[in-house]
């Protein structure tokens, strides 16, 4: 079974900087993707940005050029270090893993979310 466990987060002013981290356990495909998707209070649940096992990376648009996602293997974790918040950031961000089985289907896992507030 698959764990994710989010770790920072919080109350930042607007311009200011926040780092979240996610650790994986469990097991792991040879083929996955980790990341963030984030949803704010009656908004849809949105990309912030993934990273594939061979280092690919995909942003949103709304993020692009000021966050950053890093990925340690060998501690299964993923960053995400975000700067130049805005309030429009806020919402509750989420870790994802997605992994391809034996199947080649997708597996699709998600942490317990943590709250990001940016105020103006």
């Known amino acids: 079974q698959v764990q994710l466990v989010e770790s920072g987060g919080g109350l930042v002013q607007a311009g200011g900087s926040l780092k979240l981290s996610c650790a994986h356990s469990?097991?792991?495909?040879?083929?996955?993707?980790m990341g963030w998707y984030r949803q704010a209070p009656g908004k849809e649940r949105e990309l912030v940005v993934v990273i594939s096992n061979g280092d690919v990376t995909n942003y949103g648009d709304s993020v692009k050029g000021r966050f950053t996602i890093s990925r340690e293997k060998a501690k299964n974790t993923v960053s995400l270090q975000m700067n130049s918040l805005k309030p429009e950031d806020t919402a509750v961000y989420y870790c994802?893993?997605?992994?391809?089985?034996?199947?080649?289907?997708?597996?699709?896992?998600w942490g317990q979310g943590t709250q990001v507030t940016v105020s103006s």
């Open positions: 994802n893993y997605a992994g391809l089985n034996s199947h080649y289907e997708w597996n699709d896992y």
């Open positions: 469990g097991s792991i495909s040879s083929v996955n993707v």
